[in-house]
């Protein structure tokens, strides 16, 4: 049976941008992880920075 709840990579979010000559460098943030619901079909919004944490809440919602 698949778990509820997984943990997946972040996805980077776009904190500013610069240009140089014609080409434009985008900045992220640092990527952290996120929960996936597997019966709701989507990311929960809450980011963790380190993959121990997001295991502890992972396995808590999935009780």
Do not use: W
């Not at 460098?25 to 920075?49: C, M, V, W």
């Amino acid at each position: 049976m698949i778990s509820r709840f997984v943990i997946v990579p972040a996805i980077p979010t776009e904190t500013g941008s610069m240009r140089d000559g014609s080409r434009f460098y985008s900045q992220t943030a640092p990527i952290g992880f996120n929960l996936y619901d597997n019966e709701e079909k989507h990311r929960l919004k809450t980011t963790y920075q380190n993959r121990e944490e997001a295991e502890a809440e992972c396995q808590r919602l999935n009780l």
